[in-house]
């Protein structure tokens, strides 16, 4: 299928965020069908390069990825706490610049966790890596399995979000978010006025001695 090509079906680009690896996977089908694989490859940085390096090869990776396959939506994996800070954190740089590229594009971003992802592939919140690997496999008829498991991370992500968004949608539309009201105006305090000179007679020569209001 031409990357460029038309695509009656919706097309869901998954982004399993890092900055050592981030996962990017595409797919392309219809809520209750099986999808199909459109693309899917990961993006490397070397962990001793400067940050902001690493967080821009991520960019230009994910707008040539957006360029490329046009893709309806976007799906993050939602960031959760982890042990490692420093890895939490570099996922969660990662994931914004994931989003941030698609909110340029005015392309809808969903964010879901691992479990909801798990569950939507494998039935099951708590399936491992490898569960989730071989019914990616499965399901997009691969002939290998997608390497490494951000590869198959991120094409779940992709089915998850296929799979649920006429779910969101709906729940979307039942309970739509509040309008944003704009905020009144800040009314400021007059400033102070600087207080009025005031004339004393000096104790020592009897002549008149000015000080400021403030002394």
């Given amino acids: 299928m031409s990357p460029t090509g038309p695509h009656p079906a919706s097309r869901v680009l998954g982004v399993d965020p ?28 070397p962990a001793g390069d400067d940050i902001a390096a690493r967080l821009l090869a991520v960019e230009q990776e ?19 706490s982890q042990h490692n800070v420093r890895t939490v954190m570099g996922t969660a740089q990662a994931g914004a610049v994931a989003i941030v590229c698609a909110a340029r594009r005015g392309l809808p971003v969903a964010l879901h966790t691992p479990s909801e992802v798990k569950a939507a592939v494998t039935g099951s919140g708590r399936a491992d890596k490898d569960q989730v690997t071989t019914m990616v496999t499965r399901l997009l008829r691969m002939t290998d399995a997608p390497r490494p498991a951000d590869a198959a991370d991120a094409l779940a992500l992709a089915i998850c ?33 600087k207080a009025p000179t005031v004339t004393v007679a000096s104790t020592v020569t009897g002549t008149p001695a000015t000080r400021g209001g403030g002394a």
């Avoid at 994910?62 to 959760?80: G, H, K, Q, T």
């Avoid at 649920?164 to 800040?186: D, E, G, N, Q």
């Fill in 18 to 45: 890092g900055l050592t690896r981030c996962g990017l996977g595409v797919v392309e089908g219809l809520p209750g069908r099986p999808p199909s694989l459109v693309a899917v490859d990961v993006i490397r940085t």
């Fill in 62 to 80: 994910i707008e040539r990825w957006l360029d490329d396959y046009r893709p309806d939506a976007v799906a993050v994996e939602r960031v959760f």
């Fill in 161 to 193: 979000h296929l799979w649920r968004a006429p779910a969101i949608a709906a729940r979307r539309a039942a309970h739509p978010a509040p309008p944003v009201t704009k905020a009144p105006p800040v009314t400021r305090a007059p400033a102070p006025t």
